[in-house]
């Protein structure tokens, strides 16, 4: 095979609307209309091209970035993951990094003729799916909720824990378990580990050890799957003590960014599962160099939603690729935000069939297209 070079490295801003209003747990006194994200596209002098999406500056990428990877050669994902970050200005061009690399990696499928999970060695041809929920709801709602999600073939939910108080945060999982019985895994999500970075968090409540450990103990006997950001995404000591003194599973880590970070994590048992994502904490090449790690210390590693219709396909390819990756996470909140929407950047939304498994693509690289019919702002 000839040697290929890269010619163009573009990046835009597509805009995703949601059909309703949101209002996310993790960001109090906020609405979510839309979702604005950066996609990527890397072009080569043999035709191929890939797309990746996450956060990020075009103009950084068209002034800084582009102008040192024409010529390169696209296999090279390591040491272009290093440029970028090197040349886009250290931690804050993480997420272009990831970006761009995802691009490369889908390039890369395409130019073997392989999805990638299979050129990564295939573990499963599917993965179970769970469905994100986005708000704070009432028990009764959040009840009704899971039934249609059941009908709709998720066999897996997540619910937010957000309320002021203990006993409404458990009446709501609650009241969720008697309607389902065992028909549905249960994760919850406190998203305490969202600062900074998240308008509105800093006159919200938040957790402290003794809150967090109470609600393990409530949660207990509900036969929850996890409980994911009880804590600051930097407390370690305090979420190493939680996690061996819960009887539920302690899951964390979308925020946190680098191996660096991840590692210590793992090392200090801060977390019974990890969950880093491809678009913000190390791209793919990093998730899943940290897959391989937390499978020696017997962690599952399931990664977080991924931003957008791409990240999911990403992180379905990574799970697929992994014995130790159970679950893909694909964020909702019906109807002003139903799955095909947050997965608006592509034409084909990654869904569960019956058995409540999102199969894979079998086209090559990450096997989606992007949706034309959405608009680029910037």
């Known amino acids: 095979m000839p040697v290929v070079k890269i010619i163009a490295v573009e990046a835009e801003v597509w805009r995703v609307p949601f059909p309703g209003a949101v209002r996310p747990s993790w960001a109090p006194g906020t609405v979510w209309r839309e979702k604005a994200t950066t996609v990527y596209r890397v072009d080569t002098d043999a035709g191929l091209s890939g797309v990746g999406a996450a956060l990020g500056s075009p103009l950084l990428v068209r002034d800084r970035i582009a102008p040192r990877l024409v010529g390169a050669d696209p296999f090279a994902v390591e040491r272009i993951f290093r440029v970028v970050v090197n040349w886009g200005g250290g931690a804050a061009a993480v997420p272009v990094a990831c970006g761009i690399e995802m691009a490369l990696w889908d390039l890369i499928g395409k130019a073997a003729g392989l999805p990638l999970y299979r050129l990564w060695g295939m573990h499963a041809d599917r993965v179970r799916a ?25 066999r897996a939910v997540k619910l937010r824990l ?34 900074p970075g998240t308008p509105g968090s800093e006159d919200d409540l938040v957790w402290g050890y003794e809150r967090a450990l109470a609600t393990c103990r409530e949660l207990a006997g509900l036969g929850v799957v996890w409980l994911e950001e009880p804590l600051g995404r930097f407390a370690f000591d305090d979420l190493a003590r939680l996690a061996a003194a819960s009887d539920v599973p302690i899951a964390g880590g979308e925020n946190n960014v680098g191996l660096h970070e991840h590692r210590l994590l793992i090392d200090r048992d801060c977390y019974d599962v990890v969950q880093p994502d491809a678009a913000v904490s190390a791209g793919l090449g990093g998730l899943r160099k940290l897959a391989a790690y937390a499978e020696l210390r017997h962690k599952p590693l399931v990664p977080h939603h991924g931003g957008s219709g791409l990240g999911v396909a990403a992180h379905l390819h990574l799970s697929a690729a992994c014995p130790n990756s159970p679950y893909v996470e694909l964020l909702q909140e019906p109807p002003g935000l139903p799955v095909e929407a947050f997965q608006g950047l592509i034409a084909e939304p990654l869904v569960p069939d019956a058995d409540g498994n999102v199969r894979l693509p079998d086209r090559p690289g990450l096997g989606v297209e992007l949706n034309p019919a959405l608009e680029r702002i910037g």
Request: charged share 35%; hydrophobic share 40%.
């Open 130 to 154: 769970y469905a994100s929920l986005v708000e704070v709801r009432t028990p009764e709602r959040r009840a009704e909720d899971a039934l249609r999600l059941l009908d709709r073939g998720y």
């Open 162 to 195: 957000h309320a002021p108080t203990l006993r409404e945060d458990v009446a709501q999982v609650e009241a969720v378990r008697a309607a389902v019985g065992d028909r549905m895994e249960i994760m919850v999500d406190a998203n305490q580990a969202q600062e």
